[in-house]
Antibody
């Protein structure tokens, strides 16, 4: 079964850092274009970051550029999101999501179950 | 950045009836549009991609249509499990990928 499982969320103070992990099973994560998407409480979906399958382009939303870093460990079949300089408005459920195995597909399937990040003092 | 606007924000429909959800793009996205369903406490689930292609395992009562800037998700014969929030997403001009703000489909 193809599955993504996020971990690493929790409570962090403003200005702090957190690293989220996304472990893949049932498929080789390095062969897929991967994304992070978040959802603030009671709000809609916000795309955050993209990583190409072949070590190519990486993109970020303006809201997190310079603060968040996406990366991948092929040996661990895992995706990461390093989040620095966290703000209260970063409070959200964070999802990792794979793109379909078609180059440049652009739609997200599957999604992980999400991990909650709360930024508060 | 392409802005996606969904309407209505909330749609009240009776079980067994048809629901029609709309999504409008601020500029043409061709047919590069996806629809997702999200239930409380769950991750979004892909329903439709390419504006009209159902994802694997999605029932035939779900259909998508449109191209350019105007898109529609239609659900016929609404089942209890269909009441959820629905999002559209464009992947034509990116980054960034952009989502609509969602339509909540509730039981009338």
């Amino acid at each position: 079964e193809v599955q993504l499982v996020e971990s690493g969320g929790g409570l962090v103070q403003p200005g702090g850092s957190l690293r989220l992990s996304c472990a893949a099973s049932g498929f080789t994560l390095s062969s897929y274009e991967m994304n992070w998407v978040r959802q603030a409480p009671g709000k809609g979906l916000e795309w955050l970051s993209y990583m190409d399958s072949g070590g190519g382009p990486i993109y970020y939303a303006d809201s997190v550029k310079g603060r968040f870093t996406i990366s991948r460990d092929n040996a661990k079949n895992s995706l990461y999101l390093q989040m620095n300089s966290l703000r209260a408005e970063d409070t959200a459920v964070y999802y990792c999501a794979s793109e379909a195995p078609i180059s440049g597909s652009g739609w997200f399937d599957p999604w992980g179950q999400g991990t909650l990040v709360t930024v508060s003092s | 950045e392409i802005v996606m606007t969904q309407s209505p924000a909330t749609l009240s429909v009776s079980p067994g009836e048809r629901a029609t959800l709309s999504c409008r793009a601020s500029q043409s996205v061709s047919s590069n549009l996806a629809w997702y369903q999200q239930k409380p406490g769950q991750a979004p689930r892909l329903l439709i991609y390419g504006a009209s292609t159902r994802a694997t395992g999605i029932p035939a009562r779900f259909s998508g249509s449109g191209s350019g800037t105007e898109f529609t998700l239609t659900i016929i014969s609404l089942q209890s499990e269909d009441f959820a929030v629905y999002y559209c997403q464009q992947y034509n001009n990116w980054p960034p990928y952009t989502f609509g703000q969602g339509t909540k489909l509730e039981i009338k």
